[in-house]
Each structure stands twice: as C-alpha cells, then as structure tokens.
C-alpha cells in the first residue's frame, strides 16, 4: 500500500467553525507533513511530525493545529480561520527525516474553502 | 540557501509532440533533485528522482531528465506527449536537510 489518504476531499466552512482535516498513511513512513497550496503555486510546508513529534512548524498562525495521535494518522484542526486560508491542504509522509533522498508520497489533498 | 527555477510557467503543445520543460537549480554543493507531476485537482505524484550515478533519469510514463552539473540543470522531457499528461510540474531539490524545495510549477497543456 503507497497511498496517502485524506479525508475530507471538500470542507466548506464559515469563519467561526471548527473543524479537522485527517490524513491517513500504512507504509510504515515515520515521518508525515502538511502543506498548504495556493491556485497555480507551489506547496507551502506548515508543519513536520517526526515519530509523533512535531519538528517544524513554519510560523503557522494558531488558527491551524496539527495533531499527530499515531504513526499513522495526522489531523490538522481548524479554528477560526480567514477566507485567505481557503486552499488545497495537502498531506504528504516519507520513511523519515533522517535522509535528504527520502521522496515525499502525496496524498489528493482536501480543498477548503472558508466563506 | 537554495533555488529552483522554471524558467516556463506555461508549455502549450500538440498532442504527438516532444515537450522539454526546464529546471535550474542553485547551488554550490550536491543535491537531490525531483520531478513530480499534478493532475488537475489531486495531489502531487513523483515522477522521477536524481539521486546519483546515471546522469539520464527515466522516470513514469515516459518521461526523463537529465542532470547536468556544469549547468546546474535537471530538464524533463518526453518524445511524444498525449493529452492525458496536460497537467502541472514542478521541480523540485533538497540539499542538506530533508525539505524539498519546490520551483513555481509549469504548466503542460497538451492540444489535439
């Protein structure tokens, strides 16, 4: 199995709403991100789980959550968020950090749009 | 600190045709270099990585690059293209740490 999956594939949600983005992975990657993508642009890291424990945060606004419960699972839990957060959100893991040729395995990604 | 450049942010060609879409990269020191493709909403697949040895790369669906140091670039390319490959492509590298760095994507748009 090589597949990143996430869940769900749409969110549409009003500025006051909380709700979570999960992203699911069974090849054994120790090491799993997310990304925030823009029309037309490339991905923007955000955060960094390395064996459950986050190890990059890109100065993400507190808006935005991650939680990372088992090596398999990364939830990102929004809260509060503004119409310039609406994005294509994309889940990526690989084996580990421990290796610059470790390649990223994407996932479809959830498309936000915040009203 | 390292770049990646796509010099084309859009390539429009004829189905059949050969497509070559450019990639530089900057830097003083070795480097990993990947392609990945992205098929209108969905996420991002690999296509082929550089990692050492060979400096002409196949990748999936017949696609290749070459790595070429002295001009510190990594150009994809494919002899004949279908309308199936119309999608976005970025180049991206890593050096040092494990964080790619991703070009600003180009744009295939295959024609019938």
């Known amino acids: 199995d090589t597949e990143v999956t996430q869940t769900p594939k749409h969110l549409v949600m009003g500025m006051t709403n909380k709700k979570s983005l999960k992203c699911e992975q069974h090849m054994g990657h120790r090491a799993m991100y997310w990304y925030k993508q823009k029309a037309k642009k490339p991905p923007e890291l955000m955060f960094v789980?390395?064996?459950?424990?986050?190890?990059i945060n890109e100065s993400v606004p507190s808006r935005f959550s991650p939680e990372c419960p088992n090596s398999s699972l990364l939830n990102l839990h929004l809260h509060a968020l503004q119409p310039e957060d609406s994005a294509l959100y994309l889940c990526?893991?690989?084996?580990?950090?421990?290796?610059?040729?470790?390649?990223?395995?994407f996932g479809p990604g959830t498309r936000l749009t915040v009203l | 600190a390292q770049s990646v450049t796509q010099l084309d942010s859009q390539v429009p060609v004829f189905e059949e045709a050969p497509v070559e879409l450019r990639c530089n990269y900057s830097?003083?020191?070795?480097?990993?270099l990947f392609w990945y493709v992205q098929y209108p909403n969905q996420g991002l697949q690999l296509l082929l990585k550089?990692?050492?040895?060979?400096?002409l790369v196949k990748g999936i669906n017949g696609f290749e690059a070459e790595f070429n140091k002295s001009q510190t670039s990594f150009h994809l390319r494919k002899p004949s293209v279908h309308i199936s490959d119309t999608a976005e492509y970025f180049c991206?590298?890593?050096?040092?740490?494990?964080?790619?760095?991703f070009g600003r994507g180009t744009s295939l748009i295959v024609h019938p």
């Open positions: 830097s003083s020191v070795s480097v990993y």
């Open positions: 789980y390395s064996y459950e424990k986050l190890s």
């Open positions: 990526a893991s690989s084996q580990d950090t421990s290796a610059s040729y470790n390649e990223q395995f």
């Open positions: 991206a590298v890593v050096r040092g740490s494990y964080i790619p760095t």
């Open positions: 550089y990692l050492s040895g060979s400096t």
